[in-house]
Nanobody, 124 residues
Framework: QMQLVESGGGLAQAGGSLSLSCTAS????????LGWFRQAPGKEREFVSA????????EYADSVKGRFTISRDNAKNTAYLQMNRLKPEDTGVYYC?????????????????WGQGIQVTVSS
């Protein structure tokens, strides 16, 4: 069974940058689509970005398009989320998740394995 661990969160000022990593242990990382989701206090978990197992396809929420970049290195069993031009509304707990379905999904319900989450706080 694959396990995911996020790292790299923290505090940033509006307009600044943070980079998140999601490192996998166990099997199947290289054949799994990876997604990033976030949850702000009092709000539902929402889709941020996803990348296919090969890295050939990516998806972004409209709210982060042009500011965030998702990538992965299968040799290192790691996925990344580079977050630039951060806004206070980007604040929340960020989760990475894995899914072995063929189609790249933006729905949290279709992801099978989740990390524990990491806090990102953007101050104004």
């Amino acid at each position: 069974q694959m396990q995911l661990v996020e790292s790299g969160g923290g505090l940033a000022q509006a307009g600044g940058s943070l980079s998140l990593s999601c490192t996998a242990s166990g099997r199947f990382f290289s054949i799994s689509n990876l997604g990033w989701f976030r949850q702000a206090p009092g709000k539902e978990r929402e889709f941020v970005s996803a990348i296919s197992w090969s890295g050939a396809y990516t998806e972004y929420a409209d709210s982060v398009k042009g500011r965030f970049t998702i990538s992965r290195d299968n040799a290192k069993n790691t996925a990344y989320l580079q977050m630039n031009r951060l806004k206070p509304e980007d604040t929340g707990v960020y989760y990475c998740a894995a899914d072995k379905r063929v189609r790249l999904s933006t729905s949290a319900y279709e992801y099978d394995v989740w990390g524990q989450g990491i806090q990102v706080t953007v101050s104004s």
